[in-house]
């Protein structure tokens, strides 16, 4: 089983940067995918980005180029630093993490960006 407990949230004004953190319960070492979602008022929950089990990247189109996740194995720590952020990025964000073949999700934290 793992928990996940995401971090960082904030209220900013377009064009600034965020930092989120996503603190796993147990060695992300051995999680097969650890990964970035989100879901803004009224849609439904959208990939942003994630690491595959071979250790590479993958993002949403459109976030390429701004968000960037990173990782501590030693922490089992999962970042999402975002950078010129625009109000269509307004979402709660979630982490999500697949391991022994169950998907687990955070509670998510809430991003909101201004124009």
């Known amino acids: 089983q793992v928990t996940l407990v995401e971090s960082g949230g904030a209220l900013v004004q377009a064009g600034e940067s965020l930092r989120l953190s996503c603190a796993a319960s147990r060695s992300i070492r051995n999680i097969a995918s650890m990964a970035w979602h989100r879901q803004a008022p009224g849609k439904q929950r959208e990939f942003v980005a994630a690491f595959t089990s071979d250790g590479s990247t993958n993002y949403a189109v459109s976030v390429e180029g701004r968000f960037t996740i990173s990782r501590d194995d030693a922490r089992n720590m999962v970042y999402l630093q975002m950078n010129s952020l625009k109000p269509e990025d307004t979402a709660v964000y979630y982490c999500?993490?697949?391991?022994?073949?169950?998907?687990?999700w955070g509670q998510g934290t809430q991003v909101t960006v201004s124009s």
């Open positions: 999500r993490a697949f391991f022994q073949l169950k998907v687990y």
